[in-house]
Nanobody, 127 residues
């Protein structure tokens, strides 16, 4: 079982960009699907993007399509979320999650399908 660790969060102005990372010191990332989820204060956790174990399939939530890009470098045991044209409503705690069961080919990116979770990294979009 992987134990994801997020990094790279911070404060950015609206319209700006930020890249957050998810790494694991345990087993190789091969054969694990990864997802990014976020939670704003007072709101539930929502899916942002997921990527298949081979990196060939990605799923994005409608609010981030065209602005966010999920990618992975299995050789570096790292998954990335590039966030461009950020908006204040993108603010929240971003969590990385992994699981051996991959449903991205079905177009699913659901928190309930992930068993291992990081502690999150804070992203704040504000002037």
């Amino acid at each position: 079982q992987l134990q994801p660790v997020e990094s790279g969060g911070g404060l950015v102005q609206p319209g700006g960009s930020l890249r957050i990372s998810c790494s694991d010191r345990g087993p190789s990332l091969y054969n694990y699907v990864f997802g990014w989820f976020r939670q704003a204060p007072g709101k539930g956790r929502e899916g942002v993007a997921c990527i298949s174990d081979d990196g060939l399939h990605t799923v994005y939530a409608d609010p981030v399509k065209g602005r966010f890009t999920i990618s992975r470098d299995n050789a570096k045991n790292t998954v990335y979320l590039q966030m461009d044209n950020l908006r204040p409503e993108d603010s929240g705690t971003y969590f990385c999650a992994s699981d051996p069961a991959d449903y991205t080919r079905k177009g699913w990116c659901r928190a309930s399908d992930f068993g291992a979770w990081g502690r999150g990294t804070q992203v704040t979009v504000s002037w």
